[in-house]
């Protein structure tokens, strides 16, 4: 009994510390550009604290016989290294070395780490640690905007009195949140279906995030909010009726999404404009062009050096004068962008394949269980794909959707069972 104590205390501890450090540079007590200028800067001691979870992982992976599950399940997975590489190998050629190590530091611990939660856990279990994880984001959120708004709430101007809670951006709390509601969604489902009265949490929940993601004012999370919702009823819809549908309705709906699709393009300025919004999504797309005409064509294939470029306080500077901001530009608020900015198109280019094998092999693994739990990991993968739109959430301010993506790809290819 002791013994089983300690596992499950040292398995929390673990979990806990990961979530904790995947998140930590998009809190607003801490900083997305964290020093690097001496062996106790702030980054180095968030390395430390990276070490000693691997640690607690290698003693897990012992404790639990997952090295050979977790070595098999790796050759499987094996072009996420060959990213991991380029990143480290970027050190020769970026334009601030030793900010580029740190990042790619993070990159690898998070893969490393995410890879065992995914061998770990089951579906269900992830869904219930990702539940916990998302009432203590909510809570702790709506704890920072009601009583120290001068951090939980935006100050600057066009944002003034819009909800950031415990993250550094209105966008940022909006897009997480817009997941997490996402996993609130799910768990309902299956707790109504399995008759379970802890489904009256989760709707709690479901219904705060909502709240939450309103009064972000983010253009960006509602429209995450009510793809990932259509997408979970969708889903939901489907599994009920499959049995009864023919070849036929599939052709219908095709059709029909074809001609919504080319509906909402003749007509996208007045969709955007019901989320107040234009073409310009908010000033992203000038910044955008100056970005690939001013610096991504100078240095197209191989970048600056993988998370470098929006470290340099001076050029964070010369893009908000550039682009007329009234602020600072921290990212470049398309996460492939990002990455074209930071390695180059051979960066992108594998970063791609990862995110098609991802997408292929989730999905695939959706259809073999048919459970709304098992279109899980697909829709991570999903969400990644459209938050990194209109904003950088492939490790630049982060690394919680990359754990979450590995997670995921983790627990459909290394594992028989949910």
Not at 66 to 80: D, H
Not at 158 to 177: C, D, K, L, Q, T
Not at 179 to 189: D, G, T
Not at 326 to 348: A, E, Q, R, S, T
Request: proline share 3%.
């Amino acid at each position: 009994m002791r013994m089983k104590f300690l596992d499950q205390f040292m398995d929390v501890l673990a979990v806990s510390l990961i979530l904790f450090l995947a998140n930590s540079r998009a809190l607003r007590i801490y900083s997305l550009f964290p020093a690097t200028d001496s062996i106790v800067a702030p980054a180095w001691r968030e390395i430390a604290l990276w070490i000693l979870a691997a640690g607690l992982v290698v003693f897990l992976l012992k404790r639990h016989s997952l090295y050979k599950a977790y070595l098999n399940a790796w050759k499987k997975n094996g072009l996420i290294f060959l990213f991991i590489g380029l990143a480290f190998i970027s050190l020769v050629w970026s334009v601030s070395p030793v900010a580029s190590l740190f990042r790619a530091l993070e990159l690898l611990f998070t893969t490393l780490l995410g890879a065992y939660i995914g061998l770990r856990y089951n579906l269900r279990g992830l869904l219930n640690i990702l539940f916990w994880f998302g009432t203590i984001v909510v809570l702790f959120c709506y704890t920072l905007a009601l009583l120290y708004p001068g951090i939980g709430t935006m100050v600057n101007s066009p944002y003034y009195g819009a909800w950031n809670g415990i993250f550094w951006h209105r966008n940022h709390m909006g897009s997480i949140v817009a997941l997490l509601n996402s996993i609130f969604l799910i768990r309902m489902i299956l707790e109504i279906r399995d008759h379970k009265n802890i489904a009256l949490l989760d709707g709690i929940f479901y219904l705060l995030s909502l709240v939450l993601i309103a009064l972000s004012r983010s253009a960006t999370a509602l429209i995450l909010l009510l793809g990932l919702n259509f997408l979970i009823a969708l889903i939901t819809v489907w599994l009920a009726f499959k049995a009864r549908l023919r070849p036929l309705h599939y052709y219908l709906g095709a059709g029909v999404l074809v001609l919504c699709s080319i509906l909402a393009f003749a007509n996208i300025n007045f969709i955007l404009g019901l989320f107040n919004r234009d073409t310009s999504l908010t000033g992203r797309v000038p910044m955008w062009m100056y970005l690939i005409q001013n610096f991504i064509s100078q240095r197209p294939w191989l970048g600056y050096g993988y998370g470098a470029m929006w470290t340099i306080e001076s050029f964070r500077v010369q893009v908000q004068h550039a682009v007329g901001w009234p602020y600072p530009v921290l990212i470049g608020d398309n996460g492939f962008l990002d990455i074209l900015l930071h390695l180059g198109m051979v960066g992108l280019i594998v970063f791609i394949l990862i995110l098609a094998s991802m997408c292929f092999r989730t999905g695939k693994s959706a259809f073999h269980h048919l459970t709304i739990e098992g279109f899980f990991p697909f829709i991570v993968i999903i969400y990644a794909l459209a938050a990194n739109i209109s904003f950088s959430l492939f490790l630049e301010t982060e690394s919680f959707v990359w754990l979450l993506m590995i997670v995921s790809i983790f627990l459909t290819t290394g594992r028989n069972d949910y």
